[in-house]
């Protein structure tokens, strides 16, 4: 049916992920009353009209027949590092509930340097310690911002 | 001209600012602002709503002049973490954050912090200017913009978007609508319906825009810079002493022209009641862009729409402050804190304001002028600071990054929700910036978004499309197919010109 022409998997990202925010979108409001759903529906018709435009024009190319073939071994490297900056604030934002702000920034902080190839242990003590005592000290202490904290022997860390 | 004040009275105004006493407390506003501009996520808004009851102790003038410098500061502080780590300091800081981060990878960090702080004080000096002189007559036209003027503002910001897309129009658009959509999210405005919420009541009024922003700017740009080794490019070099940054405002002078147009945007937008900074600074760089003879190299590092960015963001506070003292109409957060810090002291901001308290407001007034005198050598200090992170190894800078990032997104609502948010929409700027997709299109959408849906619905129901006949309207509505004509009418005319 495409003829000569491919799908370009990368280039189907973005129109995927439109795709479905928006069948979330309709889910969540089929039963809304009709007044409040004018404009999102108006919206959703130009976004619709648009999301057709690039798939045509992007995500559906004309095969040239310089195609790569996928090769995990050369993209292995490239994604460890990004993927350290998805998980780790995943993970932080997974424990501080438990650990309080500051031991969670903290370990955050020295783990994080760690894997992105910080060396020195004492350095990172000093780095991460040092940035997560001016964080406290501005936001907890100065500014009161409710951020979790520990109680340890009647002292909110 | 009937009304207005003698020169007497605009002198006494000036000599009561003189006084050591507001002297004092506006060079600690210019501090705090400093500070509170450069944390992400925590805006001068926030600040000033927290020493709102300490304004009882110091009085209406101490209290708004502390305010009007703070205020004044933060807009340019905003400018440094947007610069020097692609995190904007506050929300109208964003367009910042495409050339001015990029200048920094380029390793001309110091030539835009120089350039940024001179369209920062050309822009506030303007608009401080606008607010002396206009002040008692200007305001009053504030009030003729109706529900069918503020969507045609809305339209001509929309119009910023078209000269915003990048290499390509359709995936420009693509970035705009679905910015829009992102913006239908939470409560109906009339009705109080919430619309897709998905079950998360931290969305019932819409995706928060400061994670967003967060987000799609500081933690998307950690996934590239996790590749490399510091924030300035191999084979850069990074600056040392004060010769970049004076280069850069020796520099940002060529640009003259952009600067009191950028500046005058924002006068004009901060003016106009429930816009905002964070709108004007869009509008004056899609201007730039499209008055640009060089629109091609914008988001690569151009001067040109960083001084657009920054001399607009500093022309806000005066544009501002003009309804708020002639008609008790705040244009922003911050004004409206200003207004409520007088009100808290007994004096009403009004059409009677001016009568009754003339050289109070002049003074008021003034305070602006020196507050951006005191940005050029303040600021100047404080960049060749600052300028020093882009020194430290992205090893130990992307963890800080990220660490800020999420702490601004959790510091404006305070809810743990937020810094998940920062870290979805990170991964949604990368996505997006990864595949040419505009995401400042998609910003300025999301930001605009629920302003045209109200005032859109608004102006239907007072007077149908007949509102949009009002003369204001038309006149936005002309400027708005101008501002899409006018760059194909002058690269004719250059063209024909060469030829």
């Known amino acids: 049916m495409l003829g000569n022409r491919r799908v370009n998997w990368g280039e189907a990202v973005v129109p995927g992920l439109a795709l479905c925010f928006a069948m979330a979108y309709l889910y969540q409001t089929w039963d809304g009353p009709p007044g409040a759903l004018y404009w999102p529906m108006g919206v959703a018709g130009v976004l619709a009209v648009l999301w057709i435009m690039v798939i045509v024009m992007f995500v559906v190319e004309r095969n040239n027949g310089d195609k790569e073939g996928f090769d995990w071994a050369a993209v292995k490297p490239k994604i460890a590092r990004p993927a350290m900056i998805l998980l780790g604030p995943a993970a932080y934002l997974a424990v501080i509930p438990f650990t309080g702000f500051s031991i969670g920034s903290f370990l955050f902080l020295l783990l994080l340097f760690r894997g992105l190839g910080g060396r020195s242990w004492v350095v990172g003590i000093a780095v991460g310690a040092g940035v997560t005592l001016f964080l406290h000290v501005t936001l907890i202490v100065l500014m009161n911002l409710s951020l979790p904290r520990l109680s340890i022997g009647g002292l909110a860390i | ?499």
Not at chain 2, 423 to 448: D, E, H, Q
């Open chain 2, 1 to 499: 001209m009937a009304g207005m004040p003698g020169i007497d009275v605009i002198a006494s105004g000036i000599g009561l600012l003189m006084d050591p006493h507001h002297l004092m407390w506006l060079g600690l506003g210019m501090l705090a602002g400093l500070v509170v501009g450069g944390i992400p996520g925590f805006n001068d808004t926030n600040f000033l709503a927290m020493m709102l009851p300490f304004s009882v102790y110091l009085g209406p003038m101490d209290a708004v002049v502390f305010m009007m410098a703070c205020f004044c500061s933060s807009q340019a502080a905003g400018s440094l973490p947007a610069i020097l780590l692609n995190i904007p300091g506050t929300p109208s800081n964003a367009p910042t954050c495409l050339e001015g981060f990029r200048m920094t990878r380029q390793g001309r960090a110091g030539q835009a912090l120089g350039i940024s702080i001179m369209s920062s004080t050309v822009g506030g000096l303007l608009s401080a200017v606008f607010a002396l002189v206009l002040t008692p007559i200007v305001g009053v036209y504030a009030l003729s913009f109706g529900p069918a003027e503020m969507f045609m503002m809305a339209v001509f910001g929309m119009t910023a978007v078209g000269s915003l897309t990048g290499k390509s129009v359709t995936k420009g658009l693509f970035s705009s609508a679905l910015g829009l959509f992102a913006a239908c999210v939470g409560a109906e405005f009339q009705l109080g319906y919430t619309r897709a919420a998905f079950g998360f009541y931290e969305l019932f009024e819409g995706f928060p825009l400061i994670p967003v922003l967060l987000g799609v700017f500081g933690f998307a740009e950690l996934f590239s810079l996790v590749h490399q080794d510091s924030l300035v490019e191999d084979g850069r070099q990074r600056f040392t002493g004060y010769k970049p940054i004076l280069e850069g405002m020796r520099e940002s002078l060529k640009y003259w022209g952009n600067m009191l147009r950028s500046g005058f945007i924002g006068v004009i937008v901060g003016l106009i009641p429930g816009t905002g900074a964070a709108i004007a600074t869009w509008v004056s760089y899609g201007q730039a862009k499209q008055w640009s003879k060089t629109p091609e190299k914008f988001g690569e590092g151009h001067i040109e729409g960083l001084v657009a960015a920054d001399a607009c963001n500093n022309g806000v506070p005066g544009g501002a402050i003009i309804p708020t003292v002639t008609l008790g109409i705040p244009g922003s957060g911050t004004t409206l804190v200003i207004m409520a810090a007088l009100m808290i002291n007994g004096v009403t901001p009004g059409p009677s304001f001016f009568g009754e308290y003339a050289v109070e407001a002049y003074a008021i007034l003034f305070s602006l002028v020196v507050a951006n005198l005191l940005l050029l050598p303040i600021g100047l200090g404080v960049s060749r600071i600052a300028a020093q992170v882009t020194s430290v190894p992205n090893r130990y800078l992307v963890p800080i990054i990220a660490l800020f990032c999420l702490v601004g997104g959790f510091a404006w609502r305070q809810m743990i929700f937020d810094m998940y948010l920062v870290v979805i929409f990170g991964v949604i700027g990368a996505i997006l910036t990864r595949y040419g997709y505009s995401v400042p299109a998609f910003l300025l959408a999301l930001l605009l978004g629920p302003l045209a849906e109200r005032n859109l619905s608004w102006a239907l129901q007072i007077d149908g499309v007949a509102s949009f006949r009002r003369p204001i309207a038309l006149v936005i509505l002309i400027a708005t197919a101008g501002v899409l004509l006018l760059p194909v009418i002058l690269k004719k005319m250059v063209r024909r010109g060469r030829e």
